[in-house]
């Protein structure tokens, strides 16, 4: 079957290459070693910013019946409250569930990449994997299972399902679900399909050479009824559930106004949205240094070392991935960190084949000068482990937004009663967060404010405000939470900070509990 033989590097005589020396052994232990302790600390580091925002709409699908975009304002796509809401429904709303589970994805990840990486080599299948993952974890909680990063594993996982199966359009029936449902978290997704098609053409011309190209028509109607598969049920769910609507309006209306604002939260025109992607393309990433190495990596795989035809065709599977993960950061156009982990995947995965041995003993000297610019590269750039260091080191873990949410949830859980219900304002600041631990359901539909102070000129900007004060007015809400630290503001023209309707309904209807530099408590006044 197409793709499950090994490469076995040869020398110019055609006998093995001796195995690697034991110092290369025993960096790749001390590596594996490496992430196996980041691994084991960050399951008792805290969840912050967008994991705590959506584990927050999470637990309330699950214990409150809430669905996503009929009952709640998301700006994410419908696999991102779906998958939050499946890790508390699996093992609940903590920060051990959360991080749990994302070690648990950060081991299946790394066992696909494995076994993808597996036909250059033990040594090489084994760094690629690692790097990312020492890069990942290494980072800290802001990235922790990001979007960017979930999506990645069942187009991955099917790719790697793949090379199991015979028929065309079984095989392309299970790429085309995977790259679907990485779609659903992030729509420019559904590219993945295009690289992981192509290998597997490849793989077939390779098993039965001069097949007329028609003979792969299986194949791609797989990946199109595979994909279309996922779109379907994604939009039986729902219209079950009475959200379709809304969630058509979301991406027909509001997602266009917030697909505009750049990294600093600043709306743009089109011909500076071009500018700014120009100028992020230019950066490659925010660690130039992998990209030097991966292209060294590819380099020594295409001139120096000699790969079976699995591995050449692997390696074109790589470089697809590496396309694709560049269009993914391109497309945001924000240039935030976590959009760049596609391309820290690759990158460090074509890094690794700097280990690859060269064709003959001629070229050691130039292949030991590979794998020590690796490992320069790898200490250069991969992230000083500064949550991990605190675990380690007895400090315990940081508290999110300088413990403002704790201080906020702990208020709340003294003076609140049964039935009572919060509303936050707030983006990423720990408001949410605070009325997760409380365990208080939101009051409106929306757990964030940017979308009311952008955008100010757009018809439905004086609407969405009075939509959200009369609701808020409606609910009775016993508390509002206003951060006022870390909170995140967009910028520039067309933007606003006043929301003088909302300040009119606290000072009226409202009075200050608790007042904290960092933020603010309203609790409704006992006349009302």
């Known amino acids: ?67 996503p975009y009929r009952d709640t304002f998301e700006t994410s796509m419908p696999g991102a409250p779906l998958m939050h809401a499946l890790i508390v429904a699996v093992l609940g709303a903590s920060d051990m569930a959360f991080r749990v589970w994302d070690v648990a994805w950060v081991v299946a990840f790394l066992a696909v990449m494995w076994r993808l990486m597996r036909p250059f080599g033990r040594d090489v299948a084994l760094v690629g994997p690692l790097l990312f993952a020492a890069h990942y974890l290494g980072t800290g909680p802001p990235i922790s299972f990001q979007r960017d990063f979930f999506l990645l594993l069942p187009p991955m996982a099917a790719a790697l399902a793949a090379t199991h199966l015979r028929g065309g359009f079984a095989r392309g029936f299970l790429i085309g679900a995977g790259a679907g449902m990485a779609a659903t978290v992030k729509p420019q997704a559904a590219l993945l399909a295009l690289p992981i098609a192509a290998w597997q053409i490849a793989e077939d011309r390779a098993a039965r050479p001069g097949a007329p190209w028609r003979a792969h028509a299986p194949l791609v109607l797989g990946i199109l009824l595979g994909g279309a598969s ?3 049920v994604t939009a039986a769910f729902l219209a079950w559930n009475g959200a379709l609507g809304t969630f058509l309006d979301f991406s027909t209306g509001y997602m266009k106004l917030y697909a505009h604002l750049d990294g600093s939260l600043r709306p743009v025109s089109a011909g500076e949205r071009l500018l700014n992607i120009a100028k992020g393309a230019r950066n490659l990433s ?48 924000k240039f935030w960190i976590y959009h760049w982990l596609p391309w820290m995947v690759v990158v460090t995965a074509l890094s690794a084949l700097c280990l690859l041995p060269g064709k003959d003993s001629t070229g050691r000297g130039e292949g030991r000068f590979a794998a020590l610019a690796l490992l320069v590269v790898a200490l250069l750039s991969l992230p000083v482990p500064n949550e991990s260091i605190r675990i380690a080191t007895g400090r315990g873990p940081t508290p999110p937004k300088h413990g403002s949410p704790d201080r906020i949830a702990a208020w709340l859980a003294q003076h609140s009663r049964p039935g009572d219900v919060a509303q936050c304002i707030d983006l990423i600041g720990g408001g949410a967060h605070a009325l997760l631990i409380a365990r208080l359901p939101l009051a409106t539909e929306f757990a964030t404010d940017l979308q009311f102070h952008h955008d100010v000129d757009d018809p439905e900007f004086a609407p969405r405000r009075r939509h959200f004060v009369e609701r808020l007015a409606a609910s009775r809400a016993r508390f509002v939470v206003e951060i006022i630290d870390h909170r995140m503001w967009p910028t520039g023209p067309n933007t606003t900070r006043e929301f003088p309707e909302l300040r009119a309904l606290l000072e009226r209807d409202y009075r200050v509990a608790v007042e904290d530099p960092a933020f603010l408590i309203w609790e409704r006044s006992a006349t009302e």
């Open 286 to 333: 925010d660690k130039p240094l992998w990209f030097a190495a991966a292209l060294l990596g590819v380099y020594r795989a295409v001139y120096r070392a000699e790969l079976d035809g699995v591995a050449r065709r692997r390696l074109l599977l790589f470089l697809g991935l590496a396309a694709y993960a560049f269009i993914h950061v391109l497309f945001q156009a």
């Open 1 to 67: 079957m197409p793709g499950t033989e090994q490469a076995v590097p040869m020398d110019s005589g055609g006998s093995p290459i001796a195995a690697p020396p034991r110092l290369r052994r025993a960096a790749v232990a001390a590596l594996g070693a490496y992430v196996a302790v980041l691994a084991a600390t960050s399951l008792f580091w805290r969840f912050t910013q967008d994991a705590a925002m959506q584990l927050y709409l999470g637990w309330l699908y699950v214990e409150h019946g809430y669905v």
């Open 230 to 232: 996922v779109g379907a």
